[in-house]
């Protein structure tokens, strides 16, 4: 059977165990129309790019699921007429990638509080130096 990934974007005025909720519930449907879900991550509530139905949040949710074509577009079909899901969207992938998703790395990332990326930034000293630039002169004899 194919292999999918699904991102779900519920609303914000649920609570977290609402939210799983419905990732259990369209789990379910998905194996009712002869799916599996492989693995399932909750994202939690993150602030989006913008806003959807005047929500500025939502509650992020991430499928792997391994399932034929009908059954997916089956719970997609569902998943758009529930009141609580504002966007929903599914790839289809080769193969499902070992380990937790992105997301999740990043959060573990940020609880070890990691800040390799910026590197010895050295005493910077006076601002105002202007290194081996020289001096510009005075700028109206240029005119």
């Known amino acids: 059977m194919p292999l999918y990934e699904h991102v779900m974007i519920a609303r914000q005025d ?10 259990e519930h369209f ?28 929500n500025r949040k939502g509650h992020y949710a991430y499928f792997r699921t391994d399932a034929p074509p009908a059954a997916v577009q089956e719970m997609e ?6 009141d609580d899901v504002m966007r929903v969207m599914t ?11 992105v997301q999740m790395q990043k959060r573990d990332d940020r609880e070890r509080g990691d800040r ?15 290194g081996d630039r020289g001096d510009r002169g005075d700028r109206r004899e240029r005119r």
């Open 77 to 82: 079909r569902l998943m758009r007429l529930h």
């Open 116 to 130: 390799g990326d910026r590197g010895d930034r050295g005493d910077r000293g006076d601002r105002g130096d202007r």
């Open 91 to 101: 790839v289809k992938v080769e193969a499902h990638e070992e380990g937790p998703s």
């Open 27 to 54: 789990g379910t449907i998905l194996k009712d129309n002869g799916g599996n879900v492989v693995e399932t991550e909750y994202w939690g509530l993150k602030t989006m790019a913008y806003k959807i139905n005047k």
């Open 14 to 23: 649920l609570s977290g165990a609402q939210a799983e909720g419905l990732v």
